[in-house]
């Protein structure tokens, strides 16, 4: 029974250590899963050439990183929250609300969201308002009311698009990317239709809701948060088109290609200049009070910032990050290595 | 008398209803064997299909396409004392480029060439000189592993047929790479890496280490707690608690609790573990104690039962002449039910080692290069590790996610091992 004897002594033990409070040696990131990969490298990065141990970097997606990151101030929150649009005042007003007030962003670069498909199909030109047509639930009647959508067909929406049955693999709600896609691509094709404008102005909640619904009745299919899962299953059916980051159309450019979207084809350069329509500056933000208490977290902005990160043949756009221009970058740098304090 | 002896002259069992009749039952055994055979051929099928499938996309990562290079440390003049900081950068780099003979070439052609090697050689070179000091006074040879996507040229992921603008390397690149093959310098050991090295956002450095770690520290806090606990447990209620409304109700729950999906054990910890009681996320401790609450009620009722199943003429002998109760318990009865327990509780560990749900809310999914060396050092597990790799864009992941699935499952095929050897080995029948 010395077993037992020594489980319990272990047991003892360890509530004990938990007890105390203890203060942390890692810096800890969260936030969304799309700038994960390039929070991944500095992270990597900073730990190699320093030897300090490694950043613990989780995804989380960027609302719940946020909803971690507000949480408060000290060691059992984290430092950095990575995000795939800007913080929302709502979120500004938590991390007041827990007393985390002062905090720096950091724009690391840019993401074109991508329509992709298999080599071997077909190529496609698409609008957002095309798009916007094949994946509400629901489209306005033009008389104020709305019917719920019923093409099939991509020729349903254009005769001119292929006459294959529209199949859409998408994110999830919870996804940052998919709050992307509506923003820059549903809102964007809905505000376009008639009608639409003078619903804006008499019934904003109603207009947001009406936009942003995805329909549910077979051709947009959630594919939940794993795109390799969505790269397999366009190999599989060559008439499906999957939606996801740039990224993954890179790391497979053997087998996808990218649809053309206003007629502009997607590429490191044309996300870079901006002439690709649908893509969305990432961030990350630092929290000040965190700076001279948790050891290393200004060397590890000062890496991730670098040159040698975020530059044009930078570790991160090796991975597949657009980057900023070279003004924008020194303007991040010197946001960070001066803790400018976020103000909205 | 003869009532019967009419009755049984009058059943012809040659007659062809009988005959029928006996045949008809013949067929119904040959077919409810016939479906328990064709029962466990889908079995056993399906478990062919997903182990072949896995070995079929993960054996590849069992393997590494790696160069050795030869570096002369003695003329690099490094300072013995400041080798973290020295310039092992342009030192691998040049090294790198002689055994390519690609030093004539132009800034972005080396660039393309460098492509070839994993991108942390030079801390690869560095971490192995500084473990072996030696090493400076002359020429060694270093192994450097290819970066993926010339890892999967080499293995025949990435084909040399499709179109060069659609495939991660280009015809210059392959080329550079046929000499180095021709040279003789590129091999492709056993990846040791994959087991020894922690995560890391390059493929061909990405290993199981840290979640090896991760999973071990959190089995350890799951025994350490549901061990304990579950056998107190049912001693009590087995040995000591009165038979009334209260126990059985308790005994309900237990039961019920053994039936929760484990995803809401994992919101459980994350509300109670992390959100009262302030511990660290990411951390094998807090994975532990939620797995700990997920594996109680199994091992309860597994203890309960083997408590059970000793017969009661041993505790009677016992209480007879005159041990107390808590004698006979613990020199007689669970003794004697403890291969059962320990079977019982292996084989709940096992589960808890291959469960994924509860670890990805309390945030064992992060991605990080080191490994746990105690319970509250943040870490992954095998399964969330898996998770990760799943969901990385870089190809060589894949084959690593398949490779990772068949490390978890020899992990719980050792663990299950055990569990038959000691049932086989100690269990008492009565």
Known sequence: ????????????????????????????????????PYMQAAAEEYANKSGKPAPVVESTGTGGGFKVFCGGIGPDFPDISNASRAIKDSEIKLCADNGVVDITEAKIGFDGLTIAMDQAAGDMDLTKEQLYKALAAELPDGKGGFVANASKNWSDIDPKLPNTPITVFGPPPTSGTRDAFVELVMDAGCSKQPGMADLKKADEKKYKEVCSRMRQDGPFIEAGENDNLIVQRLEADKNAVGIFG??????????????????????????????????????????????????????????????????????????????????????????????????? | MSAVQQNVQTVDWHSDAIKARRKSRYAAETRLKAYGLIAIVFALGFLTILIGSLTVKGY??????????????????????????????????????????????????????????????????????????????????????????????????????????????????????????????VSKPFNWGLIFNADSRFPELAGLAGAISGSFWSIVVCFAISFPVGIAAAIYLEEFAPKNRWTDLIEININNLAAVPS?????????????????????????????????????????????????????????????????????????????????????????????????????????????AHGVFDASTALPTQIYIWSDSPERGFVSRTSAAILVLLAFLVLMNGIAIFLRQRFERRW
Do not use: C
């Not at chain 2, 342009?90 to 492509?115: C, F, N, P, T, W």
């Not at chain 2, 797995?291 to 091992?299: E, G, H, K």
């Open chain 1, 1 to 36: 029974m010395t077993l037992l004897r020594l489980t319990a002594a272990a047991l003892i033990a360890s509530a004990a250590f938990a007890g105390a409070a203890h203060a942390r040696d890692q810096i800890k990131i969260v936030g969304s899963s799309t700038v994960f």
């Open chain 2, 60 to 185: 590849k990562a069992f393997e590494q396409t790696v160069v050795s290079v030869e570096i002369d440390l003695a003329t690099s003049g490094f300072d013995r004392d400041k080798l973290m900081d020295a310039n092992w950068k342009s030192l691998v780099k040049k090294a790198l480029l002689e055994v390519g003979g690609a030093e004539s070439l132009k800034k972005k052609e080396q660039k393309a060439y460098l492509d070839m090697f994993t991108d942390n050689a030079a801390y690869l070179v560095r971490d192995q000189v500084i473990a072996d000091p030696a090493r400076l006074s002359g020429k060694s040879s270093f192994v450097i592993p290819l970066s993926d996507p010339f890892d999967q040229l080499a293995k025949g992921e990435i084909s040399r047929d499709t179109p060069e603008d659609q495939r991660r390397v280009n015809d210059r690149q392959i080329a550079a790479f046929d000499q180095l093959v021709a040279k003789g310098v």
């Open chain 1, 246 to 344: 740039y990224s993954f159309l890179y790391e497979n450019s053997d087998k996808l290609k990218g649809a053309k979207i206003e007629g502009v084809e997607v590429s490191e350069e044309s996300i870079a200049d901006g002439s690709y329509p649908i893509s969305r500056p990432l961030f990350f933000y630092v929290k000040n009070a965190h700076r001279d208490v948790i050891p290393g977290l200004k060397e590890f902005l000062t890496e991730a910032t670098s040159e040698e990160a975020l530059g044009d043949d930078g570790y991160m756009v090796e991975r597949g990050l657009t980057p900023l221009s070279a003004e924008l970058r020194e303007a991040t740098r010197k946001a960070v290595a001066d803790a400018v304090k976020l103000s909205k």
């Open chain 2, 263 to 371: 995803v809401v054990f994992g919101l459980l910890g994350l509300a109670v573990f992390l959100g009262w009681f302030g511990l660290p996320r990411s951390a094998p401790l807090v994975g532990g104690l939620v797995l700990a609450l997920m594996t109680l009620p199994t091992l309860i009722i597994v203890t309960r039962v083997s408590l059970k199943s000793v017969p009661s003429s041993i505790r009677e002998a016992a209480l007879g002449i005159g041990a107390s109760k808590h004698e006979a318990i613990f020199h007689h009865i669970l003794p004697l039910a403890m291969p059962t327990v320990m079977t019982g509780t292996i084989i709940s560990l096992a589960r808890a080692l291959g469960e994924t749900a509860p670890l990805l809310l309390i945030g064992m999914n992060a991605f990080m290069t080191s490994t």
